[in-house]
Nanobody, 127 residues
């Protein structure tokens, strides 16, 4: 069974930075497509960033985080990262990592495309 465990969330002031990590207990981690999603209270879960399993690790970002967030993966450590800079109050949410073993995903920003999910780590941006 695939398990994903997020960490790194917390309280940060506007303009600050956080790095989220997601460690997976899975064989052949490098073959999985991975993504970060977030869900704020009263809102639907939305895609934040995705990275595919191709050698180059092609990435995809929501418009709201482009230029501020960076997704990356370390296949040797079975870990996915989300570097978040210039954080805003509207970034406050529960952040989830997600994984899927299929070779190709039609729309990496859709939650329904992913099979495995972590429990989430909370990010609060407030002064």
């Amino acid at each position: 069974e695939v398990q994903l465990v997020e960490s790194g969330g917390g309280l940060v002031q506007p303009g600050g930075s956080l790095t989220l990590s997601c460690t997976a207990s899975v064989y052949f981690f490098g073959t999985y497509n991975l993504a970060w999603f977030r869900q704020a209270p009263g809102k639907e879960r939305e895609g934040v960033a995705a990275i595919d399993s191709a050698g180059a690790g092609r990435t995809n970002y929501a418009d709201s985080v482009k230029g501020r967030f960076t997704i990356s993966r370390d296949n040797a450590k079975n870990t996915l990262y989300l570097q978040m800079n210039s954080l805003k109050p509207e970034d406050t949410a529960l952040y989830y990592c997600a994984a899927d073993p299929r070779r190709r995903i039609a729309n990496p920003t859709l939650p329904s495309e992913y099979t495995y999910w972590g429990q989430g780590t909370r990010v609060t941006v407030s002064s």
